[in-house]
């Protein structure tokens, strides 16, 4: 082989080793920035996926409230039913007193 025929051949191998190395750190740095965007987005889908968590449980906390309300508002009313009922009946009974005592009024006058 003639000498500048084997500098050439060398030449050539430098510079295709130096393009495979500059190769490789470039895909080595895409990977490395990719899984660094990875880390954020996962991060980034925790944090939403806690916030959701949270708002269910604020949500279920104020379910649990209104039912109680509703319970305390079904047993209020039940109390003024029961009231209410006790009041006609009384005052059905007063009516039914007051009626009888006009008819007895009425019968001693007509025996005067």
């Known amino acids: 082989m003639s000498r ?3 500098l ?3 030449l050539l191998l430098m510079v295709l080793t130096s393009q495979l190395d500059w190769n490789q750190k470039i895909v ?3 990977e490395a920035r990719s899984s660094v965007l990875s880390r954020k987005q ?3 889908l925790d944090r939403k996926e806690s916030v959701k ?3 269910i449980l604020s ?3 104020q379910i649990q409230k209104l039912k109680t309300l509703v319970q305390s508002l079904q047993e209020q009313l039940q109390h003024c039913k029961s009231k209410d009922e006790f009041v006609n009946d009384t ?3 007063l009516t039914e007193v007051l009626n009888d005592m006009k008819q ?3 019968q001693q006058q007509i025996m005067e």
């Open 4 to 6: 500048p025929l084997l």
């Open 8 to 10: 050439v051949t060398l």
């Open 28 to 30: 080595n740095d895409v």
């Open 42 to 44: 996962q991060y980034v």
């Open 53 to 55: 968590e949270k708002i």
């Open 59 to 61: 949500q279920e906390k």
């Open 91 to 93: 005052t059905g009974s």
């Open 104 to 106: 007895q009024q009425q």
